[in-house]
């Protein structure tokens, strides 16, 4: 089975920080997306940033920024100036159709 | 901006009782998944749909699962036979061409 690991349960960081949430994935293929996507109290799932395998250049998108490591199968999300809103749970998902998430980080932004 | 819309928002039925939960994917888009959440647990793919027809699916999409698109904003995901372990949140996704996919906010099943 292809999977995704979050090793991290619950991350807690006070607001300004910067905090970096892991992922690891196991995959036979060799084009692939990688995402993270945050799901708030609500239970949406929003779409944080994108990555795609083929692609060396790591994922901007404004605060947030990713560590694609493709041999070590790693893709970690950093969030800079972390904001109160942040608070939510994180899932990192692979995929090329249908998506495999990990367990999810609930990371918590302390004021 | 678009975005995928679900109904109901929640809904609450019977073990044994049929079900169907709707979706109206983002207009031009021409793929469509189902996902389920059971509460406190990670999101589980279901089944993905392109061209009027299952393109993959998951182990835990078996007979008791159906998909369709009845025109051309719809898609549904019918549960023939709820069981108490059907109760989940229950996603729907699209996307056009590219990679990223699109979620709904979901539709919360209880199976009572």
């Known amino acids: 089975a292809q999977t995704v690991t979050q090793s991290q349960p619950e991350m807690s960081v006070q607001e300004a920080e910067t905090v970096t949430l892991s992922c690891t994935y196991d995959t036979s293929e060799s084009n692939y997306y990688l995402f993270w996507y945050k799901q708030p109290p609500s239970r949406q799932m929003i779409l944080v940033i994108r990555q795609e395998a083929y692609k060396q250049q790591n994922a901007t998108e404004n605060r947030f920024s990713v560590n694609f490591q493709k041999a070590a199968k790693s893709f970690s999300l950093k969030i800079s100036d972390s904001q109160l809103g942040d608070t939510a749970m994180y899932f990192c998902?692979?995929?090329?159709?249908?998506?495999?998430f990990g367990k999810g980080t609930h990371l918590i932004i302390q004021p | 901006e678009p975005e995928v819309t679900q109904t109901p928002s929640h809904q609450v039925t019977q073990m044994g009782q049929e079900v169907i939960l709707r979706c109206v994917p983002i207009s031009n888009h021409l793929y469509f998944y189902w996902y389920r959440q059971i509460l406190g647990q990670k999101v589980e793919f279901l089944v993905s749909f392109y061209n009027n027809e299952i393109s993959e699916k998951s182990e835990i999409f078996d007979d008791q699962f159906s998909v369709e698109r009845p025109d051309g904003s719809n898609f549904t995901l019918k549960i023939r036979s709820t069981k108490l372990e059907d109760s989940a949140m229950y996603f729907c996704?699209?996307?056009?061409?590219?990679?990223?996919?699109?979620f709904g906010p979901g539709t919360r099943l209880t199976v009572l």
């Open positions: 996704a699209s996307r056009w061409e590219t990679d990223t996919q699109y």
């Open positions: 998902a692979r995929g090329a159709d249908g998506l495999t």
